[in-house]
């Protein structure tokens, strides 16, 4: 049973990057598909960018150039990068595991609350 | 993109009634599609792939039916844990997701 764990840091200032990692445990970050999702009250559900266990990615148009996601091997960890943030950046950020290989999302992990602010 | 719409945004419902949620696309999505149940402070769930698959471990009380741009996510007798709240996504490369639909108590 795969189980994800969020981390990174709770606040970042406008203009700087967000850093977040995923912790996955129960299987290998090569055997699967990942994603990066994003929840606000003024978004709602928005997915970010998806990584397969070759490494090619898909990002989300509207953040196309500033994000990147990337996987770990050595540390089973999934990890996005987000530049330039503003406000609007600030939400709950989950990772996803793709159930097989198609964009259908289980499970989630909990989610880390980010805050823009300075 | 495909955007996604859900209706209504809210129901209040009582244990044991039939709840019907409806799903709209606005390109055809084939039965690329997913319902997803979100408790408060909880990572959303996955229940329906594929229009109408049951996920494993879910309840048989959850079915999902539709193709193409129109999609149902039915609760056949809701129970004190279904009060939630209940997305659609869109599962082509750039997902996207319905607003929700939030189930609760009449």
């Known amino acids: 049973q795969v189980q994800l764990q969020e981390s990174g840091p709770g606040l970042v200032k406008p203009s700087e990057t967000l850093s977040l990692t995923c912790a996955v445990s129960?299987?290998?970050?090569?055997?699967?598909?990942w994603s990066w999702i994003r929840q606000s009250p003024e978004k709602g559900l928005e997915w970010i960018a998806y990584v397969d266990n070759s490494g090619t990615t898909n990002y989300n148009p509207s953040l196309k150039g500033r994000v990147t996601i990337s996987i770990d091997t050595s540390t089973n960890q999934v990890s996005l990068r987000l530049n330039s943030v503003t406000a609007a950046d600030t939400a709950v950020y989950h990772c996803a595991k793709h159930y097989w290989g198609d964009n259908y999302f289980d499970p989630w992990g909990q989610g880390i609350l980010v805050t823009v602010s300075s | 993109d495909i955007q996604m719409t859900q209706s209504p945004s809210s129901v209040s419902a009582s244990v044991g009634d039939r709840v019907t949620i409806t799903c709209r696309a606005s390109?055809?999505?084939?039965?690329?599609l997913a319902w997803y149940q979100q408790k408060p402070g909880k990572a959303p769930k996955l229940l329906i792939y594929?229009?109408?698959s049951l996920q494993s471990g879910v309840p048989s009380r959850f079915s999902g039916s539709g193709s193409g741009t129109n999609f149902t996510l039915t609760i056949s007798r809701l129970q004190p844990e279904d009060f939630a709240t209940y997305y659609c996504?869109?599962?082509?490369?750039?997902?996207?997701f319905g607003p929700g639909t939030k189930v609760d108590f009449k």
């Open positions: 129960g299987g290998s970050v090569k055997s699967y598909y």
């Open positions: 390109q055809d999505i084939n039965t690329w």
């Open positions: 996504q869109q599962a082509s490369n750039f997902p996207t």
């Open positions: 594929a229009a109408s």
